[in-house]
């Protein structure tokens, strides 16, 4: 594919908001690669300065860009192919989904499928093998099931949702259009919800359900729990990473990042747009403000305001925890300068 075939399908984003090399070069473009890695036919992007270098000494045939005019001369020099945006890799990943799609199953059910007789199935659904669909489940239309997925009762669907190998969905949950579940992925299990009794834990029964809103994403091996009264709420187009861990009654907002491993205690409400680091632990009932961004491994112990980064276990200020981190860079030093006044 020529490189200006690539431009014309990427459409109006390209037209709209890049420069295109005026050079003339328009190389034959097989495929996609890192900057470090690509060769001869295949595209690549530079974000920001961390990988600017590899213009100079990268092999492939044509560049994504920043609206960078030195950038965009030094490709020149080297007879590379480009086109400058505001955003790269929101570029890149456009040209990436024209020379890969996932493979996706036709729509059929397959023998060794069991549905049960009062489940409802969409038109165009792709059911695959020793999937089990139990009463009542509402399932909407182009849905893919892959093999060895459970869904248990009253289970509810959306459009083109695709649920992947060995997923389970447990009772009453409710998944919306265009959501994406993979592997491993348990949705709507029983929240951790025990009494603490003189002769031991009494088991509170979890009554409630989980709810997944349109254009979810969840990560294999994650769990999203639901609570014994009410539901736990994953907003719309929010994406979770893999082992993530999602208590009882967790509150979710809109384009939310969780990233792997991390921990939602019960109740805990994270507003939209709100961006977890991985490993990051959140304890029962916080509340984590609109725009609020943890680092990797922040221990979250109290409400964050919205907007606020921070850093740290227990969680701090992102500013606070770098004169932390200096002052713990020097204890040694500050150590043994105690020691000599205690000695003097």
């Not at 459409?11 to 295109?20: C, R």
């Amino acid at each position: 594919m020529k490189f200006s075939e690539i431009i014309e399908k990427i459409g109006d984003n390209a037209s709209k908001n890049s420069l295109i090399s005026n050079q003339g070069l328009n190389p034959d473009i097989s495929g996609v690669a890192s900057i470090d890695d690509a060769g001869k036919g295949n595209i690549s992007y530079v974000e920001g300065t961390k990988f600017a270098a590899f213009v100079h000494k990268t092999n492939a045939s044509a560049l994504i860009l920043p609206n960078n005019e030195t950038l965009q001369a030094q490709a020149s020099e080297r007879g590379i192919a480009w086109i400058a945006t505001r955003e790269p890799k929101f570029m890149f990943a456009q040209v990436v989904a024209i020379f890969y799609q996932p493979w996706q199953p036709k729509p059929e059910i397959h023998p060794t499928a069991v549905i049960h007789p009062t489940a409802k199935i969409g038109t165009d659904v792709s059911i695959g093998a020793h999937v089990v669909i139990q009463p009542h489940v509402e399932i909407g239309n182009n849905v893919v099931i892959h093999p060895n997925v459970v869904i248990y009762p009253d289970v509810k669907i959306g459009d083109r949702t695709i649920l992947h190998a060995n997923c389970t969905i447990h009772e009453r949950t409710q998944i919306g259009n265009d959501c994406t579940i993979h592997s491993g992925a348990v949705i709507g299990a029983e929240g951790f919800g025990f009494v603490p009794t003189a002769t031991g834990w009494l088991k509170m029964q979890q009554s409630g359900c989980t709810i997944l809103e349109d254009n979810v994403e969840v990560g294999c091996n994650s769990a999203i729990d639901r609570p014994a009264v009410g539901e736990t709420r994953i907003g719309k187009s929010t994406i979770i990473d893999n082992l993530v861990q999602v208590g009882h009654g967790c509150k979710i907002g809109f384009g939310c990042a969780l990233a792997g491993q991390v921990g939602l205690a019960g109740g805990v409400e994270v507003g939209n747009r709100a961006i977890l680091g991985g490993q990051t632990g959140v304890a029962n009932e916080v509340k984590i403000g609109e725009g609020a961004i943890a680092a990797a491994k922040a221990g979250i112990l109290g409400n964050i305001e919205p907007g606020e980064v921070v850093c740290g276990s227990p969680a701090m200020p992102h500013k606070q925890f770098l004169k932390v981190s200096a002052i713990l860079r020097r204890l040694p030093e500050m150590y043994q300068s105690l020691k000599q006044l205690q000695k003097s």
